[in-house]
Nanobody, 117 residues
Framework: QVHLVESGGGLVQAGGSLRLSCAAS????????MAWYRQAPGKQRELVAR???????NYADSVKGRFTISRDNAKNTVYLQMNSLKPEDTAVYYC???????????WGQGTQVTVSS
């Protein structure tokens, strides 16, 4: 059973920074991809950033240049460094993982990020 646990959310003023962590209960060495999604109230869940096998990354246009996704295989953890935060970044942020050995996708429980103006 794969468990993903997000942490690092909170309340921050506009222009501030947060770093989210997603700790997996299994090795992330063999990921197909891990990603951060977010869902704001009344809106659909959207992809924020993804890191793919081989460490390629891609980002939503709205966060390019401000957010950075990275991973630490030794800690089985993926991070999302968020800088220059804006009120429109306010959402619940979810970690998602897909592994090369499973057809299932896995989700964490989410962590709230609130950016005040």
């Amino acid at each position: 059973q794969v468990h993903l646990v997000e942490s690092g959310g909170g309340l921050v003023q506009a222009g501030g920074s947060l770093r989210l962590s997603c700790a997996a209960s299994v090795s992330i060495f063999s990921i197909d991809a891990m990603a951060w999604y977010r869902q704001a109230p009344g809106k659909q869940r959207e992809l924020v950033a993804r890191i793919i096998r081989g460490d390629s990354t891609n980002y939503a246009d709205s966060v390019k240049g401000r957010f950075t996704i990275s991973r630490d295989n030794a800690k089985n953890t993926v991070y999302l460094q968020m800088n220059s935060l804006k009120p429109e970044d306010t959402a619940v942020y979810y970690c998602n993982a897909n592994f090369i050995w499973s057809a299932n996708g896995y989700w964490g429980q989410g962590t709230q990020v609130t950016v005040s103006s």
